[in-house]
């Protein structure tokens, strides 16, 4: 029902950053519940950190202190600041949209996907 853009990946040195955006392919609710998921090779996808329709964020004990996710409500831009990264980072990057104001935890809980922008960490 929703299609969602990711951008902004890349390969950097470990201690770098990089700052992932998402965008909606059409107008989506700015009060709908929206995240960022990551997957690496034969793993799942979890959870990254969230924000929901108030603009409470969430994030996953692995990037706390280091991520910080946020949206621009008038351009309808999803944004993942990334700093001090880490080779465990390594891997492909998804925004999702919930039509709910509450985010879930849960990949199965959201229904618009991008196809995913890859970072790539090294030594």
């Known amino acids: 029902q929703v299609r969602l853009v990711e951008s902004g990946g890349g390969s950097v040195q470990t201690g770098g950053s990089l700052r992932l955006s998402c965008a909606p392919a059409?107008?989506?609710?700015?009060?709908?519940?929206m995240a960022w998921f990551r997957r690496a090779p034969g793993r799942g996808r979890e959870v990254v950190a969230t924000?929901?329709?108030?603009?409470?964020?969430t994030s996953a004990d692995s990037v706390k202190g280091r991520f910080t996710i946020s949206k621009d409500n008038a351009k309808n831009i999803l944004y993942l600041q990334m700093n001090s990264l880490r080779p465990e980072d390594t891997a492909m990057y998804y925004c999702a949209l919930r039509k709910d104001r509450s985010c879930h935890t849960a990949a199965l809980a959201y229904l618009g996907w991008g196809q995913g922008t890859q970072v790539t960490v090294y030594t």
């Open positions: 059409e107008y989506t609710d700015s009060t709908y519940c």
């Open positions: 924000i929901n329709g108030d603009g409470a964020t």
